[in-house]
Protein backbone atom coordinates (compact mmCIF):
# COMPACT_ATOMS: atom_id res chain seq x y z
CA UNK A 1 0.00 0.00 0.00
CA UNK A 2 1.14 3.46 -0.84
CA UNK A 3 1.87 6.12 1.34
CA UNK A 4 1.17 9.74 0.19
CA UNK A 5 2.49 13.11 2.25
CA UNK A 6 1.19 16.30 0.48
CA UNK A 7 3.33 19.55 0.99
CA UNK A 8 3.93 23.05 -0.13
CA UNK A 9 0.67 24.94 0.59
CA UNK A 10 0.10 28.64 2.24
CA UNK A 11 -0.93 31.47 2.16
CA UNK A 12 -0.69 33.85 -0.93
CA UNK A 13 -2.01 36.41 -2.17
CA UNK A 14 -4.60 36.54 -5.72
CA UNK A 15 -2.00 36.05 -9.08
CA UNK A 16 0.14 34.54 -6.57
CA UNK A 17 1.99 30.57 -7.40
CA UNK A 18 2.61 28.07 -5.02
CA UNK A 19 4.24 24.67 -5.86
CA UNK A 20 2.48 21.60 -3.94
CA UNK A 21 4.10 18.18 -3.51
CA UNK A 22 3.36 14.52 -2.59
CA UNK A 23 6.38 12.48 -1.43
CA UNK A 24 4.83 8.44 -2.00
CA UNK A 25 6.49 6.09 0.17
CA UNK A 26 5.39 2.42 0.37
CA UNK A 27 5.27 1.34 -2.55
CA UNK A 28 6.95 2.93 -6.33
CA UNK A 29 3.83 5.68 -7.43
CA UNK A 30 5.92 5.15 -10.87
CA UNK A 31 3.45 2.85 -12.37
CA UNK A 32 0.14 4.61 -11.28
CA UNK A 33 -1.94 6.98 -12.83
CA UNK A 34 -1.79 9.76 -10.18
CA UNK A 35 -3.73 12.87 -9.18
CA UNK A 36 -4.55 15.81 -7.32
CA UNK A 37 -8.22 16.68 -5.81
CA UNK A 38 -9.30 19.56 -3.59
CA UNK A 39 -11.84 20.40 -1.05
CA UNK A 40 -12.80 23.79 -0.16
CA UNK A 41 -15.06 24.59 2.69
CA UNK A 42 -18.74 23.16 2.75
CA UNK A 43 -17.68 21.91 -0.98
CA UNK A 44 -17.41 18.03 -2.45
CA UNK A 45 -14.26 17.07 -2.85
CA UNK A 46 -13.31 17.70 -6.85
CA UNK A 47 -10.76 16.52 -9.52
CA UNK A 48 -8.06 18.91 -10.74
CA UNK A 49 -5.61 17.50 -12.28
CA UNK A 50 -4.36 13.94 -13.44
CA UNK A 51 -0.92 12.46 -14.84
CA UNK A 52 -0.32 8.78 -16.38
CA UNK A 53 2.09 6.94 -15.06
CA UNK A 54 3.70 5.87 -18.80
CA UNK A 55 3.71 8.43 -21.41
CA UNK A 56 2.92 11.75 -19.27
CA UNK A 57 -0.21 12.47 -20.52
CA UNK A 58 -2.07 15.31 -18.12
CA UNK A 59 -5.93 16.17 -18.08
CA UNK A 60 -7.05 19.15 -15.68
CA UNK A 61 -10.34 20.40 -14.21
CA UNK A 62 -12.01 23.18 -16.35
CA UNK A 63 -11.49 25.63 -13.06
CA UNK A 64 -7.92 25.23 -13.14
CA UNK A 65 -6.81 24.61 -17.36
CA UNK A 66 -3.82 26.78 -18.24
CA UNK A 67 -3.27 27.37 -14.62
CA UNK A 68 -2.01 24.87 -13.21
CA UNK A 69 0.42 22.31 -14.57
CA UNK A 70 0.48 18.59 -12.62
CA UNK A 71 4.19 16.76 -13.27
CA UNK A 72 5.98 14.06 -11.63
CA UNK A 73 9.51 12.63 -11.11
CA UNK A 74 9.25 8.88 -11.26
CA UNK A 75 13.06 8.76 -9.45
CA UNK A 76 12.08 11.10 -6.52
CA UNK A 77 8.52 8.81 -6.29
CA UNK A 78 6.93 12.26 -6.13
CA UNK A 79 4.29 13.73 -7.53
CA UNK A 80 3.83 17.99 -8.30
CA UNK A 81 1.48 20.68 -8.76
CA UNK A 82 2.49 23.92 -9.96
CA UNK A 83 -0.20 26.27 -9.29
CA UNK A 84 0.10 29.75 -10.82
CA UNK A 85 -2.43 32.79 -11.57
CA UNK A 86 -3.94 31.78 -7.90
CA UNK A 87 -7.32 33.11 -6.82
CA UNK A 88 -9.38 32.94 -4.12
CA UNK A 89 -11.86 30.34 -5.50
CA UNK A 90 -8.15 28.26 -5.62
CA UNK A 91 -8.85 27.73 -1.39
CA UNK A 92 -9.25 24.39 -0.44
CA UNK A 93 -7.34 21.34 1.38
CA UNK A 94 -5.33 20.04 -1.61
CA UNK A 95 -5.03 16.03 -1.41
CA UNK A 96 -2.89 13.57 -3.79
CA UNK A 97 -4.08 10.03 -4.67
CA UNK A 98 -4.32 8.11 -7.65
CA UNK A 99 -6.59 8.60 -10.32
CA UNK A 100 -9.82 7.81 -9.83
CA UNK A 101 -10.70 6.88 -13.13
CA UNK A 102 -8.70 3.75 -13.15
CA UNK A 103 -8.25 3.04 -9.33
CA UNK A 104 -10.85 3.33 -6.10
CA UNK A 105 -9.59 5.13 -3.63
CA UNK A 106 -9.87 3.91 -0.15
CA UNK A 107 -7.76 5.92 2.06
CA UNK A 108 -7.05 9.90 1.96
CA UNK A 109 -4.14 12.07 3.60
CA UNK A 110 -4.11 14.87 5.40
CA UNK A 111 -3.71 16.85 2.67
CA UNK A 112 -2.00 20.45 2.30
CA UNK A 113 -3.91 23.57 3.25
CA UNK A 114 -3.94 26.25 0.12
CA UNK A 115 -5.53 29.91 0.93
CA UNK A 116 -5.75 32.86 -1.86
CA UNK A 117 -6.13 36.06 -0.14
CA UNK A 118 -8.14 38.75 -2.15
Known amino acids: QVQLVESGGGLVQTGGSLRLSCAAS????????MAWYRQAPGKEREFVAAISWSDGITRYGNSVKGRFTISRDNAKNTVYLQMNSLKPDDTAIYYCNVDQRYYKISDWGQGTQVTVSS
Open 26 to 33: GRTVSVLH
